[in-house]
């Protein structure tokens, strides 16, 4: 999925001799995965990208159904991430998703995840996994990471007008990036939140 920047992130971890002071996070691109052989062959290109004998975080890359998971549970994919982490090479794994809140709590159930990943955002909240979805694998202990936080930047540079009039005439004055993270951050189910940014800018909390 991103050879690119996993060759990147290996190469500035081994130059600065700092691989366990970071935690690694990749995905499995399962619609290309036809067997287990497969898996072990990307696998091991990531681990070679990367640099390094193991990854933190390994996610199912857009799990869209339990369909999809069954098949690859036929595939034999419990017992090769069973393996992974069981041997170190895989501390923990989770999935990312973009369907609706309904088969997100079936995915949650289908297998012994370590943690997920949902776009969230308060333009999404009852859309995609949405709140449902939230406060299910938050209740079932399960840690949620939050992707598209502004929603592609549609949240901060694409706001109607009348939205900025309301942010600016607020007693309290933020920026809409600032808004779009503190709502995210007042919510304790949410456990990480990744920034999605592509420029600096800086977040006063």
Request: with cysteine.
């Amino acid at each position: 999925m991103y050879p690119g920047s996993e060759a990147a992130l290996g190469k500035i971890l081994e130059k600065n001799n700092i691989r366990e002071q970071v935690y690694i996070a990749t995905k499995l691109p399962h619609y290309l995965i036809k067997n287990i052989e497969g898996m072990e062959k990307l696998f091991n290109e990531q681990l070679k990208r990367l640099r390094t004998d193991y990854i933190d975080y390994y996610l199912m890359h857009m799990l869209t159904d339990t369909d999809t998971w069954n098949r690859l549970k036929e595939l034999g994919i419990e017992e090769w991430l069973d393996n992974k982490r069981q041997s170190g090479a895989i501390r923990q794994v989770g999935f990312s998703y973009h369907g609706n809140s309904d088969m997100f709590c079936k995915l949650v159930d289908a297998y012994d995840w370590d943690f997920t990943q949902i776009q969230y955002n308060y333009m999404d909240e009852h859309s995609q996994a949405g709140r449902k979805g939230l406060m299910y694998a938050s209740e079932k202990g399960l840690p949620v990471i939050i992707m598209e936080p502004l929603r592609g930047c549609k949240l901060v540079n694409r706001l109607p007008e009348e939205a900025k009039k309301i942010f600016s005439n607020y007693p309290i004055q933020h920026t809409p990036a600032q808004w779009a993270f503190r709502w995210l951050w007042n919510q304790p189910e949410v456990t990480c939140v990744l920034s999605g940014m592509n420029s600096e800018i800086i977040l006063e909390v």
